[in-house]
């Protein structure tokens, strides 16, 4: 069977050029880049060429970049690395998230108050899963340690005005950050103008390795070591490098910065056929997030008297590669905490799929899936 991949906000493919890139390093540049002979300055020598090349391409000179493990690890170490450097040096221990935020933030904020003494508030979104930004006005005092707001929503797809919130947050003194692993595949990232502190990436999102990310900051924030040990990223986290990931993960975004450039208007067009089609076809069906203000690539809906689970093996026994929104959730028969924070309701929330688009995504793959879909849908609730 030809099978169809339309979950690009689960994972991509391992871009072609990017693998090439690694391949040498894996091969012959295998040294530890923290010994002091020849081979550990060779591999060190990789890993700064990749920290520059990660701050030219973000615009990111009044920031470090800190190599992680990935989108889950830049989130905790931001989070809670971040609260906890901010109570310690000025006694806040707040925390505010929006309602929206992906598990990795989610978690690590309810960790921080159940077993670290911290105070937290969810921020209220609109239907559209924007933060509301008189909510965090009123929420918002010297007490807050750090605000967490996602950029990209992985589930609904809805981009949040991160400069706005920024600003907010600037005017109390309080340090944001903000998710942005879907927004770097998806909006050109410039850092000096995005104006959160701190901002989290992972590779596999756009077309890079996997176990591989980034948690890029302001110089002057010190985060607490999240994986304490060796000196690694400035003494803030501890381990040899992923040497091989960092470098095809620095390869991934400037190949993936290219690829917007040229392939956007593609991508923005498919994606609104896919979703004027399925809304066309499939009676009760609603989209779920932004109508405009959303990631190229993004669709996401609800279908009244639908199970998501039981739709996405549907679809995928019939070829298509699609998720229920988010790929922490699979098995979970509770509705998306991110779908009832718009207000839906929660029967409602069981019939979500979300169907996301990248660089392999033709005209065809969309028609072939709008073909299936409206009598699938139909069988289901029959
Ligand atoms: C995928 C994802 C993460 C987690 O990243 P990993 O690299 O898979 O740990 C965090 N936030 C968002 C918005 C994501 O889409």
């Known amino acids: 069977m030809d099978r169809i991949y339309l979950d690009y906000a689960a994972t991509t493919p391992l871009d072609a050029e990017v693998l090439n890139a690694m391949i040498p390093v894996y091969r012959e540049n295998f040294g530890n880049p923290s010994s002091s002979h020849f081979f550990g300055q060779a591999a060190e020598g990789a890993v700064e060429q990749a ?23 830049s989130d905790n170490l ?53 933060v509301i930004l008189e909510e965090l006005e009123k929420n918002l005092t010297e007490s807050v340690a750090i605000v967490s707001v996602i950029h990209g929503n992985n589930e609904i797809g809805t981009v949040n005005p991160i400069p706005e919130i920024a600003e907010i947050c600037h005017s109390k003194g309080v340090l944001l950050h ?15 103008q995005l104006g959160a502190d701190l901002v989290s990436i992972g590779a596999h999102k756009f077309y890079g390795p996997k176990g591989v990310g980034a948690l890029i900051k302001r110089k002057e924030i010190k985060p607490l070591p999240q994986i304490s040990g060796g000196k690694q990223e400035g003494g803030i986290r501890a381990g040899t490098h992923n040497v091989p990931g960092i470098v095809g993960m620095t390869v991934a975004l ?49 279908f009244e008297g639908i199970n998501g689970n039981e739709l996405l093996i549907n679809l995928d026994m019939a070829g298509f590669a699609v998720s229920s929104g988010s790929a922490c959730k699979v ?50 609730r029959g």
């Open 51 to 73: 920290r520059s090349g990660i701050a030219k391409l973000l615009n990111a000179k009044n920031f470090d970049i800190l190599f992680t493990s990935g989108g889950s690890e």
């Open 78 to 130: 931001a989070l809670r690395g971040t609260a906890m450097a901010e109570r310690r040096k000025r006694g806040a221990n707040r925390i505010l998230v929006s309602a929206v935020e992906h598990p990795a933030i989610l978690a690590t904020a309810k960790q921080l108050r159940d077993e670290f003494g911290f105070e937290f508030e969810i921020l209220r979104v609109d239907k559209f899963g924007q």
């Open 178 to 192: 903000t998710d942005a692993v879907q927004a770097a595949a998806h909006l050109d990232l410039d850092l000096e």
């Open 254 to 302: 400037r190949r993936q910065t290219e690829f917007r450039a040229a392939e956007y208007q593609n991508i923005v067009q498919l994606r609104d056929r896919l979703i004027e089609g399925v809304l066309q076809s499939v009676s009760g069906s609603t989209l779920t997030g932004h109508p405009t203000k959303r990631l190229a690539n993004h669709a996401s809906f609800v």
């Open 331 to 380: 098995g979970n028969p509770s509705p998306s905490e991110v779908l009832l924070a718009l207000g839906i309701d929660s029967n409602l929330a069981l019939g979500s799929l979300r169907v996301t688009l990248g660089r392999f995504s033709t005209q065809e793959h969309a028609d072939r899936f709008l073909e299936v879909l409206p009598g699938m849908v139909t069988r289901l």
